[in-house]
């Protein structure tokens, strides 16, 4: 996620129906939310305190079954850097599309 003021940051969105799974495939599972709502409740909290601070936020839709291929591509284990990584990639991508 980019810090700088300003500038558009990332932040992950899953659908509800694809939460057990990511929980299933990631590493850190334990440090997720039990819940889709929970979750969700989280990060539209998040996205408010970004939006507060001067950021422009966009949502990033990340397939589960899309971010275990693309970590199993690099030997990654499914986990909050490689998921914060895979979102960064596509954040830029849906940048470079807008552009």
Known sequence: ????????VGVA??????????RDISEDAHELEDTYEEWRSHALQKI??????????QKVD???????GWCNSFRMPVNGHSRTEFMTKRLRELLRDKS
């Open 62 to 68: 990340v397939d589960t079954e899309e971010l275990l």
């Open 13 to 22: 969105w899953y659908d509800p129906e694809q939460w057990d799974r990511l």
């Open 1 to 8: 996620m980019n810090t700088m003021k300003g500038r558009t």
């Open 48 to 57: 408010k305190d970004l939006e507060k601070q001067g950021f422009t936020v």
